[in-house]
């Protein structure tokens, strides 16, 4: 069993930076493909970012795309989300998953473990 723990939220101006991180225990951490979602109140969930076990393969989602990285050390069970220019559309709950295959994946019901989130805030 998987564990995940987010970390790095909080709130910050737009136009601000901040990094996200993702630490996983109990399982082959390598062997994970791994995803960031976020959830905005009164909204579903949705996509922002997937990496590849190997850390090659990446994908986001438009309205992210040359503001955020993604990016994992699998030396340290870790991925990171950092997040640039951040926007007040950016605010939301932040989740980390992780997939057991080999391949990255856009689909929330294609991942097996879920943390428990982090908040981000950015305001006006």
């Known amino acids: 069993q998987v564990q995940l723990v987010e970390s790095g939220g909080g709130l910050v101006q737009a136009g601000g930076s901040l990094r996200l991180s993702c630490l996983a225990s109990?399982?082959?951490?390598?062997?994970?493909?791994m995803g960031w979602y976020r959830q905005a109140p009164g909204k579903e969930r949705e996509f922002v970012a997937t990496?590849?076990?190997?850390?090659?393969?990446?994908d986001y989602r438009d309205s992210v795309k040359g503001r955020f990285t993604m990016s994992r050390d699998n030396a340290k069970n870790t991925v990171y989300l950092q997040m640039n220019s951040l926007k007040p559309e950016d605010t939301a709950v932040y989740y980390c998953?992780?997939?057991?295959?080999?391949?990255?994946?856009?689909?929330?019901?294609?991942?097996?473990?879920w943390g428990q989130g982090t908040q981000v805030t950015v305001s006006s």
């Open positions: 109990g399982g082959a951490f390598s062997t994970y493909a």
């Open positions: 998953a992780a997939r057991r295959f080999l391949t990255t994946s856009t689909t929330a019901g294609q991942y097996d473990y």
């Open positions: 990496i590849s076990r190997s850390g090659v393969t990446l």
